[in-house]
């Protein structure tokens, strides 16, 4: 099978870019031929796997999205491929994921959140207007054969913005490396990362990895530490973000415990090192990182407004926020994971959780879904 595939970053670094990586590779390894039309990617070692740069203009963001998909369009075209499939909001493909969601949606949870000064630049901005318009056209468009939701939270959220037939999506979890994030690393990496991060064994160490800190609910996680009644523990911030502004909403006598770290490709060797996982998203599709902390053994506490809240039941593997932003909440689950039985006790099950979303499963699904579409023309 012959197929394109359309992402602007297609990098090893990332939830939803290293997610590309993974399952185009595994395609490849299945003796498809791979093209993937990419602004900026990381060189494969497949043979079938080919990269294809697609121009964009990078002035603004505006003009990097518009030209972007004006661009890769024009590249798709020149050539006959089995399947498209589109990460973007492209308007030549067959087949799109919506990993990053809905984004009429993501506008509607930020405004509940923002100040009014925030909500009227966006509502102002030339860039949202774009994304809308080609979110639209998108969806909206009789030659696109299936919507892949990662969650049955995304399938919702475009069935209440979009008149879209509902057989025309398909929820397609995401998979998780379970070798690479595994609870053996523990023994392995976990007292060398604490040594160098001058964490004693004895603290309790909370662990957030996201990017984009707004959409990740930082802040909410932040203003919760002075509520905390245990002393004994650190929070591990790893991602790229305005960190000095968010270190804000903690108050002065946590500060010091709150520790920004920088993205790393090993990035496993944090939830070796960690002892619980918070994410408290406002709006997060799905969210890799809730994989990748449950399969490192774990628990870990996840927001409703997550597509993965989906597949953790409450108590047994992971805690759910009710309220991404109710900081009593956030501390009184944090709470209950200071207790090192319960997270003994919600780590063995949530390795056990994350064993069944492998990559090779989302794989076949994915591989599924263009045999279905080939077979409809």
Not at 11 to 36: D, K, M, R
Not at 237 to 265: I, T
Not at 280 to 307: D, K, Q, T
Request: with cysteine; hydrophobic share 40%; aromatic share 10%.
């Amino acid at each position: 099978m012959k197929i394109a595939i359309i992402r602007q970053k297609y990098v090893n670094y990332g939830g939803a870019e290293s997610f590309v990586q993974q399952y185009t590779e595994w395609l490849a390894e299945h003796g498809h031929e791979i093209h993937i039309f990419a602004h900026r990617w990381t060189p494969s070692a497949k043979e079938n796997i080919h990269l294809r740069p697609v121009p964009v203009l990078t002035f603004n963001s505006l003009l990097r999205t518009l030209s972007f998909v004006w661009n890769a369009a024009r590249a798709v075209r020149r050539e006959e491929f089995d399947v498209v499939q589109s990460h973007e909001k492209t308007w030549c493909q067959d087949v799109y994921r919506a990993g990053d969601g809905c984004h009429r949606q993501w506008l509607v949870e930020r405004g509940r959140h923002a100040p009014f000064s925030k909500r009227l630049l966006t509502a102002l901005s030339p860039l949202h207007w774009l994304i809308l318009a080609l979110e639209r056209r998108l969806v909206m468009d009789p030659g696109l054969k299936k919507i892949v939701a990662i969650s049955e939270m995304v399938r919702q959220d475009f069935l209440r913005h979009y008149p879209i037939a509902e057989d025309k999506f398909a929820v397609v979890y995401n998979g998780v490396p379970l070798k690479r994030f595994h609870p053996g690393n523990k023994a392995r990496l976990r007292a060398s990362v604490r040594r160098e991060l001058d964490t004693p064994e004895e603290e309790v160490v909370i662990l957030f990895v996201g990017s984009g800190f707004e959409r990740k609910g930082l802040r909410f996680l932040l203003a919760s530490l002075s509520r905390l009644e245990k002393r004994g523990w650190r929070l591990w911030v790893v991602g790229k973000g305005k960190r000095r502004s968010y270190l804000e909403f903690a108050e002065e006598g946590v500060r010091d415990r709150v520790h920004f770290l920088d993205p790393v490709d090993d990035v496993e060797k944090y939830y070796a090192a960690a002892d619980l996982f918070i994410l408290p998203s406002i709006y997060e599709p799905f969210g890799n990182v809730y994989l990748e902390a449950l399969a490192s053994g774990l628990p870990v506490i996840a927001s409703r407004m997550s597509g993965a809240a989906e597949i953790i039941e409450h108590g047994e593997d992971g805690l759910i926020l009710q309220d991404p932003a109710d900081t009593d909440e956030i501390a009184r689950h944090i709470g209950t994971l200071f207790d090192e039985e319960t997270r003994a006790r919600m780590g063995l099950k949530a390795r056990e959780l994350a064993e069944r979303y492998t990559p090779e499963r989302n794989a076949r699904e994915m591989l599924a879904i263009y045999e279905d579409v080939i077979r409809s023309r």
